[in-house]
């Protein structure tokens, strides 16, 4: 425990090389996405060019393993990239998680060969964009109960069912579904795909019209009759709800990163504004009143940040960090709400108008308590996983 707690210590602080990638990303995030963000958030344009972007900038396979054409890097240097982009377009920075960690590192962790020589090296280089189809119209934080249903046909499977709140939707070149292939077998029963957009029988509903993260291409995927290859079953029959949690575990911390770079870019805001705006003859931050929301958010941003680094570390030591990862995604995405509404109350009647970007960080910050599991689902996750820790029956 000691040399854990010495090893995480160490880890805290960034490596040259990390240090130097926060700067490179938030240059090109600050050049590239900054000023799109606002266009995009009105327009619910998918801005698939700063995906293509951060595929020329060898971005988007960052975790993936060199040999599939991936940057061969670690989540703590993942955490970073995803948080410098959600600093200043949270929309960006979802449509690269989806991708990355609920797409393409499932598939470099559970593929056969096969499956990593047809896939992984053209997710790794962008020229596939990922998604992940687990929740449904009628089950979400119940991911077990899926209806969706793969059929065993002795060469292939086939697929029938509607996936809701599809990340990337309607603009995945690839799909990582969960299905039922024996449901009298509850969670046990539930297997992965991967299935391809242009298989037939594979269509979208229509964008969802959401409060924020408005150009993700959210929508429904569903599936007619869609013939998957034998090939393309991830891992074994019946361990696709592993591969989900396991998959979601690594997938929360980079929500916690978005989180964390939404609280950024609200405090950045915020105190900006409060250096400058007067009222009763002083700047408003020689105020207590504004000092203490200041000085709340960013000692919270501070602890969040390590939560985050903390839950990384531990992924990239290969110890177990189901509980870390599901306390820096209930901290960060608690707070980014917090920060973001802090935001708007800082800039009054400006913060409420889109003449400054509070209101839209304080949209884009609520899904990061309910995507990847909301903030009751994580506080059940933690307690189990204190239970288990403390040797108790839940
Ligand atoms: N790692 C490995 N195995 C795990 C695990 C983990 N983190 N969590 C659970 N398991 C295993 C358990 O050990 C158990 O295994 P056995 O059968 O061998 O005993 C099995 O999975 C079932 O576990 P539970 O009994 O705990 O399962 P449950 O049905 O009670 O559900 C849950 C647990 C945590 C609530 C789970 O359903 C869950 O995480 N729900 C939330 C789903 C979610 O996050 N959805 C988000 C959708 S994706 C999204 O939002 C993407 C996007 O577009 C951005």
Redesign the pocket.
Same mark, same amino acid.
């Given at each position: 425990m000691e040399k854990l707690l010495e090893k995480q210590i160490q880890t805290f602080k960034l490596t040259e090389e990390q240090e130097l990638l926060r700067k490179t990303v938030r240059e090109i995030a600050g050049d590239n996405f900054k000023e799109k963000a606002r266009e995009i958030d009105k327009s619910h344009r998918f801005p698939r060019e700063n995906f293509d972007l951060l595929a020329k900038l060898e971005m988007v396979g960052l975790t993936l393993p060199e040999a599939y054409g991936g940057g061969g890097m670690n989540y703590v240097s993942y955490a970073i990239v995803i948080e410098e982009i959600a600093r200043v377009c949270a929309t960006t920075s +979802?449509i690269l *998680? $989806?991708h990355l960690s609920?797409c393409s590192v499932p598939v470099s962790i559970f593929g056969s060969n096969v499956l990593k020589e047809k896939y992984l090296k053209k997710l790794a280089k962008g020229e596939y964009l990922g *998604?992940?189809c687990?929740?449904e119209p009628g089950n979400?934080?119940? *991911? $077990?109960a899926m209806l969706t249903r793969a059929y065993d046909k002795c060469d292939h499977f086939i697929l029938n069912g509607t996936k809701a709140?599809? !990340?990337n939707g309607s603009q995945a070149d690839v799909y990582l579904v969960l299905a039922q292939t024996n449901p009298e077998l509850k969670?046990?029963g539930v297997s992965a795909f991967i299935v391809e957009k242009n298989m037939p029988g594979v269509s979208f509903g229509k964008l969802e019209d959401k409060l924020g993260i408005r150009a993700s291409a959210?929508c429904q995927v569903r599936l007619d009759n869609v013939k998957v290859p034998k090939e393309n079953l991830l891992g074994n029959i019946g361990d696709g709800?592993?591969i *989900?949690?396991?998959t979601?575990?690594g997938?929360r911390i980079g929500?916690a990163a978005q989180a964390i770079g939404i609280a950024q870019a609200s405090y950045d805001l915020a105190s900006s504004y409060a250096k400058t705006r007067e009222a009763f003859g002083k700047k408003i931050i020689s105020f207590q009143a504004i000092q203490f929301m200041l000085v709340e958010i960013a000692t919270e941003i501070e602890a969040g940040r390590l939560l985050i680094y903390q839950a990384a570390n531990m992924h990239d030591q290969g110890l177990k960090f !189901?509980r870390q990862s599901a306390e820096a995604k209930l901290f960060c995405s608690e707070l980014a709400s917090k920060a973001s509404n802090k935001a708007v109350q800082i800039l009054g009647g400006y913060g409420y108008t889109t003449e400054y970007d509070a209101e839209r960080y304080l949209r884009d910050a609520k899904i990061t308590e309910i995507?990847?599991? !909301?903030s009751e689902?994580q506080r059940? +996750?933690i307690a189990?996983n204190i239970i288990k820790e403390l040797g108790a029956k839940n």
């Open positions: +979802v *998680a $989806a609920l *998604a992940f687990l929740s979400g934080s119940d *991911a $077990a709140w599809i !990340t969670h046990k959210t709800f592993k *989900a949690m396991i979601l575990d997938g929500i !189901t995507y990847e599991g !909301t689902i059940i +996750v189990d």
